[in-house]
Nanobody
Framework: QVQLVESGGGLVQAGGSLRLSCAASGRTFSSYAMGWFRQAPGKEREFVAAISWSGSITYYADSVKGRFTISRGNAKNTLYLQMNSLKPEDTAVYYC????????????????WGQGTQVTVSS
């Protein structure tokens, strides 16, 4: 049983930066991938980025490539999303998620989810 705890959301001006964090607690798997998804009002949940257990493999949605960076802490139980050059269209609730083994860009593949944290980018 895994609990994902998120932090770092907030309000930022367009062009600014935010760093989201998500820590896994409770029982964890020896090897698991993690990812970030987001959902804006009236929109479907959207893939943002994913990372392998080792951190050596990363995937990004085209909309965030070059602006967002996903990473893991040394202990591999903490997930980060560094968001730079933020745009108003990045405004959404951001969710961290975890799954066994290989990373994926499909929400249904993930087994555990955080509570979501609001990111609002003003123009």
């Amino acid at each position: 049983q895994v609990q994902l705890v998120e932090s770092g959301g907030g309000l930022v001006q367009a062009g600014g930066s935010l760093r989201l964090s998500c820590a896994a607690s409770g029982r964890t798997f020896s090897s698991y991938a993690m990812g970030w998804f987001r959902q804006a009002p009236g929109k479907e949940r959207e893939f943002v980025a994913a990372i392998s257990w080792s951190g050596s493999i990363t995937y990004y949605a085209d909309s965030v490539k070059g602006r967002f960076t996903i990473s893991r802490g040394n202990a591999k139980n903490t997930l980060y999303l560094q968001m730079n050059s933020l745009k108003p269209e990045d405004t959404a609730v951001y969710y961290c998620a975890a799954k066994s083994h290989r990373p994926a860009d499909v929400a249904a593949e993930y087994d555990y989810w955080g509570q979501g944290t609001q990111v609002t980018v003003s123009s």
